[in-house]
């Protein structure tokens, strides 16, 4: 495993491993609908899955992971905006 990969799973491991995710929340102070997706660990599994390949297509990923795809587009939109993965 290349060093970039490997530090890119400790960093996933450091930062969203454990507890969940804050929560968060719109302008108006309501919940975004991200905190349906959000799930201990579920970072981990899916910055794992990524580092494996270059790239994936969606529906892939999301069949491979025995996930929603929808649920997997959801976590992948917050990743983005967390600038952990590239779309």
Do not use: C, H
């Given at each position: 495993?290349?060093?970039?990969?490997?530090?890119?799973?400790?960093?996933?491991?450091a930062?969203?491993?454990?507890e969940?995710?804050?929560?968060?929340?719109?302008?108006?102070?309501?919940?975004?609908?991200?905190?349906?997706?959000?799930?201990?660990?579920?970072?981990?599994?899916?910055?794992?899955?990524?580092?494996?390949?270059?790239?994936?297509?969606?529906?892939?990923?999301?069949?491979?992971?025995?996930?929603?795809?929808?649920?997997?587009?959801?976590?992948?939109?917050?990743?983005?905006?967390?600038?952990?993965?590239?779309?």
């Amino acid at each position: 495993m290349s060093d970039f990969k490997r530090l890119v799973r400790l960093y996933a491991r450091a930062f969203y491993d454990g507890e969940p995710m804050l929560k968060k929340m719109d302008a108006s102070g309501s919940r975004t609908k991200l905190d349906k997706v959000q799930r201990k660990g579920l970072a981990v599994v899916i910055i794992d899955a990524l580092t494996r390949v270059e790239w994936v297509k969606d529906d892939d990923l999301a069949s491979n992971l025995k996930l929603n795809p929808k649920q997997l587009r959801k976590f992948l939109k917050f990743l983005e905006s967390e600038s952990l993965v590239v779309r």
